[in-house]
């Protein structure tokens, strides 16, 4: 049987080429989505606005669209409506309302009053005030940056320090144009949203160190190639594995986006935005910045090697 195969074996694409259009790009991108994010701002969920969850447990399977409907009439606002646990268990989350304690209060004798006569057990009522959002947004912005720290540490332990640098920029620019994406489209930053985010930090670094890795053996074994043909012939070789894993978690995420649900739907297009802009960085990013970092630090300019291939020259010791 025949074995599918989107990459021909033997490529020679010449990708770093591209980071004369790549890197300014990349650079735009990201100074738009700082700039949307310091005048439009993230439009943050219960979880950092405040408000009240209230668990329920239905008579028999919950109608989630129905409860959703039905808390909608109420205009309280932002309302999250979700399965958990069992069939007929139910979490409701509802915004902060302007009228401190009271106007929460009320929120709940409404909540109550509505579900009066349909037998609802009401199991846990809480409310997040505003010292516990803003913990919960401190800590999220903790995670975020110690995930970032601890990759620098880690690439910079198992590789060279401007496999480091190269790696912490990649993942940062992908953090950046995700948190514009969210800006954008005004998606529910939430505790999910942040999830997206480490998950896209974890995905994007797995395809970043799979090209690095590839680049430094071929950097023990080729070592009069140039630098530009070496980061081509990396990533060429590992072309296949990143466009069949990027293909298919996409599969699985479009999937998730389609079927899923309203609750986890800004959670899997995040992922899906993450997922390409993450192939994107790993391919066109992660190695152009060891062009940029001066990895072999041999005093020959990559700019060189592309002129001497564009008069038909070869680069000086472009042998293996």
Known sequence: MALLRLVPDNTKYRFMWFRKFSFPLSILVAIISISLFAT????????????????????????????????????????QVQQFGNADEVLVRV?????????????????RDLFAEQNVDFRRVEVVG??????????????????????LIYIWIRFEWQFALGAILTTANDVI??????????????????????TI???????????????????????KMSLTDLLDLSINETLSRTTLTSLTTLLALIALWIFGGEVIR??????????????????FLAAPFLILFNLRGDGKSADSDE?????????????A
């Open 201 to 223: 930090i974890g995905y994007s670094l797995n395809d970043t160190v799979v090209v690095y890795d590839r680049i430094r053996e071929n950097l023990r074994k080729y070592k």
């Open 130 to 151: 505003p010292s516990v959002s803003q913990e919960l947004a401190r800590a999220g912005s903790i995670a975020v940056a110690a995930s970032l720290l601890a990759i």
């Open 307 to 319: 002129d001497d291939k564009e008069n038909g020259k070869s680069p000086k010791g472009a042998t």
């Open 177 to 198: 144009v995700t948190i514009g994406l969210f800006v954008i489209l005004q998606l529910d930053f939430s505790l999910s949203s942040i999830a997206a985010v480490l």
């Open 95 to 111: 915004e902060e309302q302007p009228g401190g304690e009271l106007a929460q209060q009320a929120v709940v004798a409404n909540v």
């Open 266 to 283: 800004s959670f899997t297009l995040a992922m899906i935005f993450g997922v390409v802009i993450g192939t994107y960085s790993s391919i």
């Open 40 to 79: 439009i701002g993230l439009n943050l969920g219960i979880d950092f606005k405040g408000g009240t969850i209230i668990e329920m447990k239905t008579d028999g399977p919950a109608d989630i669209a129905g409860i959703r409907s039905s808390m909608g009439e109420l205009n309280l606002g932002d309302i």
